[in-house]
């Protein structure tokens, strides 16, 4: 039986529709907000969890954009559960406080450019969950791909 890790992670935007990304001190590629997911949490309350640790708020998160069985060979399996953690208002961007110990940073980047941003099992999560969003609807992923039909 397989025992993934499990982790979940929000995904934010700003009223131009771009994408938050975060600049962890411990990596050394862009992020999304979010980690892995605590005994006894759920993804939801581990996503909610992860955005207050991280980024100092504690916005409404909504509805699940993308799950991804997503195995790494260093890491092993892996399930990733991805939230809309919708559009940040100015005042709610102006409340974002840094957990200095993890995050160097964070900007907004246009979806166009995610592929050259961050790592491509990533980038493809994401712009999944973006299609998820626009489609109103969850979609499946294994290695960050949609299934064929």
């Known amino acids: 039986m397989a025992t993934p ?7 934010f935007f700003d009223e131009h529709g771009r994408v938050l990304l975060v600049r962890p001190h411990y990596k050394d590629y862009r992020d999304i907000p979010g980690g892995y997911i605590e005994p006894g949490e759920t993804p939801f309350q581990a996503c909610v969890r992860e955005v207050h640790e991280e980024l100092g708020i504690q916005p409404p ?7 991804d069985w997503a195995p790494h ?7 990733l559960f991805l939230f809309d953690g919708g559009t940040l208002s100015p005042s ?7 957990g ?7 900007d907004f980047h246009p979806v166009e450019e995610l592929p050259g941003l961050l790592i491509e099992r990533l980038a493809h999560r994401v712009t999944a969950a973006v299609t998820a969003r626009s ?3 969850p979609l499946y992923l294994e290695y960050g791909q949609q299934l064929p039909n």
Do not use: F, N, T
């Not at 998160?61 to 799950?67: A, C, H, P, R, S």
């Open 61 to 67: 998160i909504g509805d699940l954009l993308v799950v």
């Open 135 to 137: 489609l109103g609807r």
């Open 5 to 11: 890790r499990a982790a979940a992670g929000a995904l």
């Open 73 to 79: 060979p260093q890491e092993g399996d892996k399930v």
């Open 92 to 98: 709610m961007r102006d409340s974002i406080r840094l």
């Open 100 to 106: 200095a110990d993890e995050l160097a940073g964070y």
